[in-house]
């Protein structure tokens, strides 16, 4: 089994598929590494990496993720026509969830999940599968809303035994009590990192970007 590395938000809309896909691609320069999308209703990681369509493949009843610039990947989109609405039960969801992490011929040292936002069937699936060995980063924005529901997601996750290494705080610079808010999370014992608004990343990955390497530096020691 790879190292996992969780990446989860409490708040949906706070940039954290863009933070898990940059840092897969940054720690891709220094080890290998997998990405995972785990959101079975509203997956976009493949976007940002620009996946061409690619047809799932299999070998020896495992799934075989295929490579994107340089890193394994796999998502529910493989799946699924573009466009197709899913009403998954809770059966389903810990079925699916199963099958991605178990049922997948992961070769990477390093494998990178991006949640869904909130406590939702996926990530009480995942975490009980993968939570006592998983380091974590959290992700949201520097204002209220976003650290309210924060809280409750890293209560969740400290439940099930994940090592939550630091919070990202992304588009620092556009809230005028940022501040105020990162010396909050620090009180918790949280390292926090401040990325700034970039409208690059609206549109492309930017994991050479100097922001990422202490991230990395905190998740991966």
């Known amino acids: 089994m790879p190292r996992v590395v969780l990446v989860a938000s409490g708040k949906g809309g706070v940039g954290k598929t863009t933070v898990a896909v940059n840092l897969a691609l940054a720690l891709s320069g220094r080890d290998t590494v997998a990405l995972l999308d785990a959101d079975m209703t509203a997956p976009n990681a493949h976007l940002l ?3 061409p369509s690619e047809k ?15 890193v394994e990947f796999m998502s529910i989109a493989m799946f699924f026509p573009r466009g197709v609405g899913l009403a998954w039960s809770h059966e389903k969801v810990a079925d699916m969830i199963k099958t991605l992490i178990r049922y997948v011929r992961w070769d990477s040292r390093w494998l990178v999940v991006d949640l869904p936002p909130s406590s939702i069937d996926v990530n009480v699936e995942v975490l009980k599968s993968v939570g006592h060995v998983s380091r974590g980063v959290i992700v949201g924005e520097p204002h209220r809303f976003a650290f309210e529901d924060n809280l409750r997601m890293l209560d969740l996750m400290r439940l099930y035994g994940v090592d939550v290494r630091c919070v990202v705080l992304n588009k620092f610079n556009l809230y005028p009590n940022a501040d105020l808010i990162a010396r909050e999370y620090e009180r918790l014992g949280l390292p926090v990192f401040r990325i700034p608004f970039d409208p690059e990343l609206a549109v492309r990955v930017k994991p050479e970007a100097d922001y990422w390497i202490p991230v990395l530096g905190v998740v991966a020691r």
Request: net charge positive; proline share 11%; charged share 20%.
């Open 49 to 51: 990496l620009g996946l």
């Open 56 to 70: 799932l493949r299999e070998s020896n009843r495992m799934l075989i993720p295929p490579k994107v610039n340089g």
